[in-house]
Each structure stands twice: as structure tokens, then as C-alpha cells.
T-cell receptor
Framework: DAGITQSPRHKVTETGTPVTLRCHQT?????MYWYRQDPGHGLRLIHY???????DKGEVSDGYSVSRSKTEDFLLTLESATSSQTSVYFC??????????FGPGTRLTVT | KNEVEQSPQNLTAQEGEFITINCSYS?????LHWLQQHPGGGIVSLFM???GKKKHGRLIATINIQEKHSSLHITASHPRDSAVYIC????????????FGAGTILRVKS
């Protein structure tokens, strides 16, 4: 299994509060991704990174920002959480754009 | 638009049965992935294919590039195979990022 962890694994927060999710890898992979998974929508790409300080938006990036200051960590921030951001968030890593390994997921509930 | 279509959406099988899950796509791809997700669990990458066939234990994945179609087969199915199986494609014009199908929910009864 790829060395990838996510923290926290579960979080409940209130509407309007900022939230940061962390993805940490020990594989030294160049590519890192944040997805959200919702019933009826499958997995959707939020943001991705192709190197330190190199990030780009995915298909559902509104309301989210990311940062990657070192190879091993990719942070996803919800600036002001909304109920529509209640979801399961998955991080993925990969040595190339078309090879990805997924983390265990973070279940976020915004009340 | 849905570039990746999976069938069936739901599948119930008896233990021991041979199972096939299908994935069709409408565009040229650089690779196709099969993923497995157990209830409440993480996502595991089963196969990455760009041509032909791959086998791992009781799982077999095939792809026909000309027909834009892939199948995932499970031989001698077991209740522990119960999971959601997700097909995803890498599109070169999308920076090889993955586009996911909706998933097939498989339940294997003992």
C-alpha cells in the first residue's frame, strides 16, 4: 500500500468556520489530489498539485483552497464551511498523472 | 455529459458465481483504472490498463481499446468481494487526470 495518510479522519464543524484537512505521503510522489465523494456524484476532483507550490483547480474548486509547501503534505482548506461541503474527502498521490493511490478518506460534517 | 458509463449499477450474486462488471467510455484514453471501495472504507486501486488483460488472484480486467470497453471479472465470488467497483479513465487532453464512473454496487450473498 502507498504510504498515504489523511487527518483528521472524522470532523464535525459548524457553518462558517474554517477547516483544514491534511494529506501526508511518504512515497515522494510528485502528484497529489483532493477529491470529494457524494452520493449520486461519485468522485469529483477539487484541486491537484503537480509539484511543490504548483497547484491547479479541478471541477469543483469553489469554496476550497490548497497549499503544498513541501512534497509530502497537501492541505485542503475550506475558508468558511457550508453544509454543501459535507462530504467524504479523499486524497490521492501518484508518481505520474495517470497512476493514483488513494488515502483512507476524511468524513466531514458541516452543521 | 458522462464520459464513463458502468453497468450494472447494482449487482447481487450468490457466493461462487462468476461476476462481470462493464465499463464503456466515449473518448480516447491513456489508461483505464478499476478501483474497489468497501462500505465505509477507503479506495483501493485494483488495476491500471492500457491494453489487453491483467489478472490478480480471482480478479481479471480486460480492455478493448477499439471498442472503448473494459470488463472486470470476479471468479468464484465471495461475500468479502461485496463492495463498490469504480471504473476511471485517464484522458490525455485533461492532463491525464482521472474521470470516474458512478460505480457498481456488488453484493455477494452466502
Amino acid at each position: 500500500d502507498a504510504g498515504i495518510t489523511q487527518s483528521p479522519r472524522h470532523k464535525v464543524t459548524e457553518t462558517g468556520t474554517p477547516v483544514t484537512l491534511r494529506c501526508h505521503q511518504t512515497e515522494n510522489h510528485r502528484y497529489m489530489y483532493w477529491y470529494r465523494q457524494d452520493p449520486g456524484h461519485g468522485l469529483r476532483l477539487i484541486h491537484y498539485s503537480y509539484g511543490v507550490k504548483d497547484t491547479d483547480k479541478g471541477e469543483v474548486s469553489d469554496g476550497y483552497s490548497v497549499s503544498r509547501s513541501k512534497t509530502e503534505d497537501f492541505l485542503l482548506t475550506l475558508e468558511s464551511a457550508t453544509s454543501s461541503q459535507t462530504s467524504v474527502y479523499f486524497c490521492a498521490i501518484g508518481p505520474s498523472p495517470y497512476e493514483q493511490y488513494f488515502g483512507p478518506g476524511t468524513r466531514l460534517t458541516v452543521t | 455529459k458522462n464520459e464513463v458509463e458502468q453497468s450494472p449499477q447494482n449487482l447481487t450474486a450468490q457466493e461462487g458465481e462468476f461476476i462481470t462488471i462493464n465499463c464503456s467510455y466515449s473518448v480516447g484514453i491513456s489508461a483505464l483504472h478499476w478501483l474497489q471501495q468497501h462500505p465505509g472504507g477507503g479506495i483501493v486501486s485494483l488495476f491500471m490498463l492500457s491494453s489487453g488483460k491483467k489478472k490478480h488472484g480471482r480478479l481479471i480486467a480486460t480492455i478493448n481499446i477499439q471498442e472503448k470497453h473494459s470488463s472486470l471479472h470476479i471468479t468464484a465470488s465471495h461475500p468479502r468481494d461485496s463492495a463498490v467497483y469504480i471504473c476511471a479513465i485517464s484522458l490525455a487532453e485533461y492532463g491525464n487526470k482521472l474521470v470516474f464512473g458512478a460505480g457498481t454496487i456488488l453484493r455477494v450473498k452466502s
